[in-house]
């Protein structure tokens, strides 16, 4: 069963940083697309950057473009998030999930706990 285990959220303030981590398991293959979502009260989950760990080819949307930068760790299949510049609208509990492309929208497995990220003004 594939699990990935969000880690690193907390509270900063704006213009800090924070490092987002997800480790994953549950599958023997190493060419895999894992991406960053989050969901802010009231608001739908968002999909905010994505990579794919044999390409090395990401996604990032466009309200954290320039701010956030994803990589990957396969030997540990652990992907991250860093995350820069942070503003007020960043708050929000962030998942992270494989799926088969960086568009596409069904997750293998289900979604975790997700790792708060409040960032005060």
């Known amino acids: 069963e594939v699990q990935l285990v969000e880690s690193g959220g907390g509270l900063v303030q704006a213009g800090g940083s924070l490092r987002l981590s997800c480790a994953a398991s549950g599958f023997t293959a190493d060419d895999y697309t894992i991406g960053w979502f989050r969901q802010a009260p009231g608001k739908e989950r968002e999909r905010v950057s994505c990579?794919?760990?044999?390409?090395?080819?990401?996604y990032y949307a466009y309200s954290v473009k320039g701010r956030f930068t994803i990589s990957s760790d396969n030997a540990k299949k652990t992907v991250y998030l860093q995350m820069s510049s942070l503003k007020p609208e960043d708050t929000a509990v962030y998942y992270c999930?494989?799926?088969?492309?960086?568009?596409?929208?069904?997750?293998?497995?289900?979604w975790g706990q997700g790792t708060q990220v409040t960032v005060s003004s």
């Open positions: 990579i794919s760990s044999r390409s090395g080819s990401t």
């Open positions: 999930a494989r799926t088969s492309s960086c568009t596409a929208s069904i997750i293998f497995g289900s």
